[in-house]
């Protein structure tokens, strides 16, 4: 049994190093405001905390440990460098609320971030604030709104998503007050335009679109797809999940997208944290411009300074509280000094390399590309519905079994309209050599699967536990140690 | 092979309505339940309730998905089987008996002419499979 | 190609693997109208190292001294192990843990996590945690709304003096959900609540201590608001819930969703973000709980272990009808709180908010026996007091800068007389020099 830190304490022990000098402080806090009982905190030594705690990390896969092809999810090497200019005593210590007269340091690097952003996106206007991809969506759909509300034009109230579209992009239209119209998908991955055409109209408000797509390939008749909700009176969205495909080879904007959000955990390699923080800018062209959220940060005579709601009227209005998740927007920011305009070239160039390489080496050995005519993006999928059929393995015994090989698995039955399958995206920053390693995994696990299924099926048997059981977890819901 | 007892009318959503009088009991098909898996939560709707055939009335979780109840007759709800919020694995178990969910009180006797005896549903389960 | 491994063998065998002549050729698929050459407008890469010598230049702009500013960010001493650990790759670069078997460290800190927010708050069950603790307001909101359904009014009373940046993101997200967020009168710089007011509201929000730093009577506003049928939204400051009473405890039953932000436990300011968002409820509302949550389960051979349960919550599985749109949870945030908060125990929390408390009313009662200087309100008060001043804040704000003293939030626009208030705190790291050197700097204008 994995104990906790609970199981540890005991009463009295303590971290004697991190004591403050505590002071009666009964005159302070009247006895009907007092707690009565201490709560429940561990109780013991700095080094059972630092053990701990260390002995967890190591029953993590990490990028640092681990390939991590995660399709949809940009799993790429989180430069360090990065990290330390963001952990700057200077940096770490500023209050949001600091004058702008003694922030020009940290200021100047978000507006630089700003324009950086603008230019890889082919957009008028980037606010930084939105704290996540799910965030910039919201804003991006708040903008939509308050564009057609501006017009009077409030019966557009719907927002088109195609079929495979992650789950937050219909999740986001709810929040937004919108609702969520599917537009149907091509066996080859692109938007049906004779769906699409059906769907919009008077009312919609706007279309939510991945390019390349969560089909994993690129949506070659965007032109098309523009003109028709353009037509209708709609607006475009482009969710930047899958940004790393196209950095320095297309950009949104040119594609006519009128509101974007970036995932900058994703294409800027900032740490995904165990899963977060994140951080999700929202660039606009100088339509939809005016409704960017605040603050944002501009260059006038006097320096940088932040733009607030006073000046900027038509925003939709503050998102978190104080400025976004900064601490992020640095690294990111970091990162881009060491890409350079260049290096993002890069960037989509190799990760578009090793996912053709690895969709080949698959396909080679006998895997089914689930758009077998189509180039891969900067990733893929697979569907292993003939390998179930015949073994009985499924995607997801596959997946347990990898994590044995050293391999996180790929992203597993998503998009959905894919039977059995495996999104994935091995990233610009791995070897040839790892990929190669990946793709023999995959063909060991497959003769496994052909001679002891069951032994698959069992998976994964070397990590800490074994194939946790999902359905105790919910049924008999144990979310607390007391 | 999931079971189809002849004396119930299916939904193509995959409700079973039995109807005893002008009392409607629903629940979801042998076929849904093993479609679905393990069932991990039922969400009822409010005794009380007024609902119309077709429109959603409660919801049905397994661990990865979940699937929307429709009514599949118009009327008011009577009944709500609370015996699934401790025990959810009896639709899994007994989804013609003890898993029922809820009863409807039928505003008509006649029956939405949408529903399916139990060898149109099956075949209309063996379509939805292939 | 600072971080892209590829030699020039790499490049060509690969490239021969696919049969193609160049990288191009894979982007044949995008319509030439759109392709761009390049970015010309973006700077090429320099070296880390002319990066951090860049960024260390940019730092050292940024120093601004002696931090007596609070108003929703504390400048807390944090041990030297949370962030040494909570860096480590296998905490700082794994994704969301959707592999339970490849996640365990990270899905057991959740738990522990969990367990911990709980115990602060006097209540069931907490979240993995959202972004910020003004969206995880908009949240709590959200859920209360789906919560009382008995409610038919899309009323939410929030106290006037919630923080200012709160209430307006509050406004942001909640509003598209045709919710109306009301203000509740202020009297002496408390919130008063009257039965007409009252009437069939979904939720009242109760911040404790409030924007002001002052301690709101919450027992007796948790139990009107429950005997007129609202749920109450409890906002806190975990640091504080120490000493204070937990929301669990309020009234007659104690609040029904509780929510704040993390930053006090562990998490350097970094002007103001990453921190994260808080929420916790009972456990009868859990499954309208937002966000992630951990759950403890068992494998084949009945060993323990931890995954991420009751999913069929959120984005990617109900779509459209999900609690909420978040995707993410602050995880490395949460990973350095949990650190932070086993390194302190009950007793370390316990010291570090007797010192905030004591430390900021030595700061008052010293700044007050100056003649132009008083405070504005009589009510107790926490961490965090309003002093009224007999010229703008603004002016003293920069007069205390050029002596190396950030002295506190001007509160103009949000009190009365607000350009010649100012919100001042002083946590356990000030010193009685460092209060004495304000108190100088003060006397000497």
């Known amino acids: 049994m994995a104990d906790t830190i609970f199981d540890k304490s005991r009463p009295t022990r303590r971290a004697a190093a991190q004591r403050v000098e505590s002071r009666a402080t009964e005159k302070f806090v009247p006895e009907q405001f007092q707690r009565l009982s201490p709560p429940m905190l561990p109780e013991v030594s700095e080094l059972q905390a630092v053990r701990h705690f260390t002995?967890?990390?190591?029953?993590?896969?990490?990028?640092?440990?681990?390939?991590?092809?995660?399709?949809?999810?940009?799993?790429?090497?989180?430069?360090?460098?990065?990290?330390?200019?963001?952990?700057?005593?200077?940096?770490?210590?500023?209050?949001?609320?600091?004058?702008?007269?003694?922030?020009?340091?940290v200021l100047s690097c978000l507006y630089e971030l700003q324009e950086i952003l603008q230019n890889v996106t082919g957009t008028a206007q980037v606010c930084l604030t939105p704290m996540a991809g799910a965030q910039g969506e919201l804003t991006g759909a708040l903008m939509i709104k308050a564009y057609h509300a501006d017009n009077n034009d409030h019966e557009r109230l719907e927002i088109i998503v195609p079929t495979a579209a992650h789950g937050t992009n219909p999740a986001t239209a709810s929040m937004a007050g919108l609702i969520a119209k599917e537009v149907e998908v091509n066996a080859d991955g692109d938007v049906d335009l004779e769906s699409l055409k059906r769907v919009v109209g008077p009312k919609t408000a706007g279309v939510m679109l991945t390019n390349p797509s969560t089909c994993a390939v690129f949506e070659r008749r965007i032109q098309a797809i523009s003109d028709i909700v353009h037509d209708a009176g709609g607006l475009l969205y482009y969710d930047g999940a899958n940004l790393n495909a196209i950095l320095g080879r297309a950009r949104p904007g040119d594609m006519q997208f009128?509101?974007?959000?970036?995932?900058?955990?994703?294409?800027?390699?900032?740490?995904?944290?165990?899963?977060?923080?994140?951080?999700?800018p929202v660039g606009a062209n100088e339509l939809l411009a005016p409704y960017l959220p605040t603050p944002m940060v501009i260059k006038s005579e006097s320096g940088y300074r932040w733009l607030d709601q006073a000046e900027r009227p038509k925003s939709i209005g503050r998102l978190s509280s104080f400025m976004g998740n900064v601490g992020i927007l640095l690294r990111a920011y970091a990162y881009s000094l060491m890409l350079g305009g260049n290096g993002m070239?890069?960037?989509?160039?190799?990760?578009?390399?090793?996912?053709?390489?690895?969709?080949?080496?698959?396909?080679?050995?006998?895997?089914?590309?689930?758009?077998?005519?189509?180039?891969?993006?900067?990733?893929?999928?697979?569907s292993l519905r003939q390998e179930a059929k015949e073994t009985g393995v499924t995607a997801m015994d596959f997946a347990k079994r990898l994590l044995d090989y050293g391999f996180h698995a790929p992203t597993t039955y998503f998009p959905l309209l894919i039977p059995e399958c495996f999104l994935i995206e091995p990233t610009e920053t791995e070897t040839k050599e790892e990929l190669d390693a990946f793709a023999d995994a995959m063909i060991a696990i497959l003769k496994e699967a052909q001679q002891d299924p069951e032994f698959v099926k069992q998976a994964p048997h070397e990590q800490s536990v074994g194939r946790l059981d999902e359905v105790q977890a919910v049924r008999q819901l144990d979310v607390t140690a007391h | 092979m999931p079971d189809f007892p002849s004396d119930l009318h299916y939904s193509q959503t995959h409700e079973w309505v039995r109807v005893e009088g002008n009392r409607a009991t629903v629940g979801i098909s042998d076929y849904a339940q093993t479609q679905l898996g393990d069932v991990v939560y039922v969400e009822l709707p409010e005794v009380g309730a007024h609902v119309e055939f077709g429109g959603e009335v409660a919801v049905v979780e397994s661990v990865k998905a979940a699937s929307d109840i429709y009514a599949p007759v118009t009327g008011e709800v009577v009944d709500a089987n609370d015996e699934l919020d401790s025990a959810p694995e009896t639709v899994n178990a007994d989804p013609y008996g003890d898993g029922w969910f809820f009863i409807i009180?039928?505003?008509?006797?006649?029956?939405?002419?949408?529903?399916?005896?139990?060898?149109?549903?099956?075949?209309?389960?063996?379509?939805?499979?292939? | 190609?600072?971080?892209?491994?590829?030699?020039?063998?790499?490049?060509?065998?690969?490239?021969?693997?696919?049969?193609?002549?160049?990288?191009?050729?894979?982007?044949?698929?995008?319509?030439k109208e759109i392709q761009c050459e390049g970015l010309p407008d973006v700077p090429d890469g320099i070296s880390e190292m002319a990066m951090l010598s860049h960024m260390a230049k940019r730092a050292r702009d940024d120093s601004a001294g002696i931090c007596f500013l609070g108003a929703g960010c504390y400048d807390h001493y944090i041990p030297s192990a949370v962030w040494d650990i909570a860096s480590r790759g296998e905490f700082l670069t794994a994704y969301t843990p959707y592999q339970a078997e490849a996640s365990q460290g990270t899905l057991q800190l959740v738990y522990e996590f969990q367990t911990m927010l709980a115990s602060l708050t006097s209540m069931d069950v907490a979240n993995a945690s959202v972004y910020d603790g003004a969206s995880a307001l908009a949240e709590a909101i959200l859920m209360a709304v789906r919560v009382n359904r008995k409610s038919k009014s899309r009323r939410v009373l929030v106290p006037a003096s919630l923080h200012p940046f709160y209430l307006a993101t509050v406004r942001s997200i909640v509003t598209h959900q045709d919710i109306n967020v009301e203000l509740m009168a202020l009297e002496d710089g408390l919130s008063a609540i009257s039965d007409s007011v009252l009437n069939d509201a979904i939720a009242v929000v109760v911040q404790q201590p409030n924007f002001f730093g002052l301690l709101e009577d919450v027992d007796a506003l948790t139990t009107r608001a429950h005997d007129a049928g609202a749920l109450v939204i409890g906002v806190v400051n975990p640091m504080t819930l120490a000493l204070l009473k937990p929301p669990g405890d309020w009234g007659d039953t104690g609040a029904d969703i509780v929510c704040g932000d993390g930053q006090p436990l562990g998490i350097p300011m970094a002007s103001g973000g990453p921190s994260f968002g808080f929420l916790c409820t009972r456990m009868a509302h859990v499954r309208q709980l937002p966000g992630r949550i951990a759950g403890r389960t068992q494998d084949k051979t009945g060993n323990w272990g931890f995954v991420l349960t009751l999913q069929a919550r959120e984005q990617h599985i109900r779509r459209a009808k999900a609690t909420s749109n978040i995707c993410t949870n602050q995880g490395l945030l949460v990973t350095a709180a949990t650190i932070y908060m086993t390194l302190l125990g009950p007793q370390g929390l316990n010291e570090v908010a007797s010192a905030c408390v004591r430390n900021t009313h030595r700061l008052a009662e010293r700044l007050t026996e100056l003649p132009n200087v008083s405070m504005r309100f009589d009510a107790p008060y926490f961490h965090e007091c309003v002093l009224d001043f007999e010229e703008s804040t603004d002016a003293i704000q920069h007069r205390l800068l050029n002596s190396g003293i950030l002295g506190g939030y001007p509160l103009t626009g949000l009190i009365e007389k607000g350009d010649q208030a100012m919100l001042i705190c002083a946590t356990e790291t000030r010193t009685d020099r460092d209060i004495e050197s304000y108190y100088r700097a003060l006397s000497d204008g």
């Open chain 1, 345 to 382: 070239c890069d960037v989509s160039d190799y990760a578009t390399l090793n996912a053709n390489y690895l969709m080949r080496r698959l396909s080679d050995a006998g895997f089914h590309p689930a758009y077998p005519v189509r180039r891969a993006t900067h990733e893929f999928a697979i």
């Open chain 1, 55 to 105: 002995n967890l990390a190591r029953r993590n896969f990490s990028i640092d440990t681990h390939f991590y092809p995660l399709g949809s999810c940009t799993m790429k090497y989180n430069p360090r460098g990065a990290h330390r200019a963001a952990m700057q005593d200077g940096f770490l210590n500023r209050h949001p609320l600091t004058p702008t007269s003694h922030s020009q340091g």
């Open chain 3, 1 to 31: 190609m600072p971080f892209i491994p590829h030699t020039h063998a790499d490049k060509e065998s690969m490239l021969d693997t696919l049969g193609i002549a160049s990288i191009d050729d894979l982007f044949d698929e995008i319509p």
């Open chain 1, 258 to 280: 009128d509101v974007l959000h970036l995932n900058l955990h994703k294409t800027f390699a900032t740490p995904h944290g165990g899963g977060g923080p994140g951080a999700g």
């Open chain 2, 105 to 130: 009180e039928m505003t008509n006797d006649e029956l939405p002419s949408d529903l399916l005896t139990a060898e149109g549903y099956e075949a209309h389960c063996q379509a939805e499979g292939e």
